[in-house]
């Protein structure tokens, strides 16, 4: 299977998504926007990642790549790909599904449970993952579910943190399962003043980094949901 990913901001890779194709001997390329590469074909890659970033889906303005990958990811959906959106990846595929995206009531930053829905204990995409789990989060956004999604996912400060669409061949997470702590590192670095907001959800920096354990957690979940993927 031919993996391909698409990055907003030099700081928010695929991280151990990496390390799952490396495993699996999988192919991975990418498309770095920041850096204005171009999409490649849909018929060059099987898998689509969309990564997260601080920009909006409303940020075309700012970032005009924005209007492309939009009209990229509905081609992917039509073509039937395989498609996991992460954070601002899953906000644009909700976006393009017709669904609103929108501020959040809470911005969520740092290591909060997430909590199964009843569809999502039997959806495709969250096979054999226990009902409540520790994520990494970093968002200020979120998205409404598009219709002919299943809800599959839910924390107390974000009621919408996961969706699955197309029999499980297309998900989106709010949350990360991709981050490792030199990722995490990098997010602090390049993210500083959103650490300055006070929140209820929002942690510092020695806490999101106090406990290693929970990287290799996380790391086990997204190989179980990559594999769940791969076998739509």
Known sequence: MRIHYIQHVHFETPANIFRWAEEKNYPISGTKLFLNEKL?????????????????VYDEDKFPWLTEEKRFIEQCIKADKKILGICLGAQLIADVLGAKVYKNSYKEIGWFPVYLTEEGKKSISFKEFPEEFTAFHW?????????GAVHTAFSEGCKNQAFEYNGGKVV???????????????????????????????????????????????????????????KT
Not at 40 to 56: C, K, N, R, Y
Request: glycine letters at 8%; proline letters at 6%.
């Open 40 to 56: 490649p074909p849909l018929e060059q890659f099987d898998f689509l990642v969309v990564m997260g970033g601080p920009m909006g």
């Open 139 to 147: 968002h200020g956004d979120t998205f409404d579910i598009p219709k």
């Open 172 to 230: 989106g997470l709010q949350f990360h399962l991709e981050t490792s702590e030199e990722s995490a590192k990098a997010l602090i670095e390049n993210s500083v003043e959103e650490l300055m907001e006070k929140g209820k959800y929002i942690q510092s920096p020695e806490e999101m980094l106090s406990d290693k354990e929970r990287f290799s957690q996380i790391e086990k979940l997204l190989f179980r949901l990559l594999d769940n993927i791969e």
